[in-house]
């Protein structure tokens, strides 16, 4: 029951889906990062069914590209890009990593968060219309959600914590040792990235082992180490990432 638990906190946390309340027992969330990936196996459907939905109504490229950003989104509720931006917010101050945490934590949102933000989700949609909306390409796209969140819940496991204290450092907590399994996660995504995609699925699966690096070396020298925004922050530059070499290898291979 600790693993269906673990589940629905995992849901309940990181997407909007209706889900039956249940107690916040360190039992009860030992599990929940471990399981983080679960949350975009569904991410991932939404999309596929998104894409066949465009093919079946013949929607315009405008119209299917805008609905692969907003459906996360609207699926999660848009917490990753919050961290995200407080992320953008908190690095743009090149402050001591005291206040730089303390500038996560701060509600406001800056001006640095909101060009972040415009940035990202322009470049988001632009290489979205150049997916494909069939074939065994699209499933590629579905696997990206599971992939970001898989190095994301690694992270989160794995990194040094910021501080010893918020949401993630108790679910930390009551993960205890579990982070090696979080390893599966990344290992059955690149698989499955390079069976559905061959070298283009390989380059999306190390565009996400470099983005992971990056961020613990950014998270330690910046912030002292990782919190849920920076681990936002990796899930959505993961994704950006992923999306980006996908488009490019495929253009590249067809010259």
């Known amino acids: 029951m600790n693993v269906i638990h673990s589940v629905i906190m995992a849901f309940s946390m990181y997407s909007k889906l209706p889900m039956p309340r249940i107690k916040w027992l360190p039992d009860n969330m030992r599990s929940t990062l471990?399981?983080?990936?679960?949350?975009?196996?569904?991410?991932?459907?939404?999309?596929?069914?998104?894409?066949?939905?465009?093919?079946?109504?013949?929607?315009?490229?405008?119209?299917?590209?805008?609905?692969?950003?907003?459906?996360?989104?609207?699926?999660?509720?848009?917490?990753?890009?919050?961290?995200?931006?407080?992320?953008?917010?908190?690095?743009?101050s090149?402050?001591?990593?005291?206040?730089?945490?303390?500038?996560?934590?701060?509600?406001?949102t800056g001006a640095f968060a909101l060009i972040g933000l415009c940035s990202y989700a322009l470049a988001f949609f632009a290489l979205a219309t150049a997916l494909p909306r069939d074939g065994e390409k699209i499933w590629l796209v579905c696997l990206?959600?599971?992939?970001?969140?898989?190095?994301?819940?690694?992270?989160?496991?794995?990194?040094?914590?910021?501080?010893?204290?918020?949401?993630?450092?108790?679910?930390k907590s009551a993960a205890g040792r579990a982070s090696p399994a979080a390893i599966i996660w990344f290992i059955l995504c690149?698989?499955?990235?390079?069976?559905?995609?061959?070298?283009?699925?390989?380059?999306?699966?190390?565009?996400?082992?470099?983005?992971?690096?990056y961020v613990f070396f950014l998270s330690r020298r910046r912030f002292?180490?990782?919190?849920?925004?920076?681990?936002?922050y990796l899930l959505q530059c993961t994704e950006l990432a992923m999306l980006a070499a996908m488009i490019l290898i495929e253009r590249v291979s067809s010259l």
């Open 144 to 171: 990206i959600p599971v992939m970001s969140r898989s190095v994301s819940a690694f992270a989160s496991l794995s990194f040094p914590s910021a501080s010893e204290s918020g949401l993630l450092y108790t679910f």
């Open 34 to 92: 471990l399981l983080f990936p679960i949350v975009g196996i569904v991410l991932g459907l939404l999309l596929r069914l998104w894409a066949w939905l465009s093919v079946e109504l013949s929607l315009n490229t405008i119209i299917f590209a805008a609905g692969i950003f907003l459906i996360p989104v609207a699926y999660t509720g848009g917490i990753h890009l919050d961290g995200f931006c407080d992320t953008l917010d908190a690095l743009a």
């Open 224 to 232: 002292g180490g990782i919190s849920g925004d920076i681990a936002g």
């Open 190 to 213: 690149t698989a499955g990235l390079c069976v559905l995609g061959g070298w283009t699925g390989a380059a999306m699966a190390f565009c996400a082992l470099l983005c992971a690096v």
């Open 94 to 108: 090149h402050a001591p990593p005291e206040r730089s945490r303390e500038i996560l934590k701060d509600s406001h």
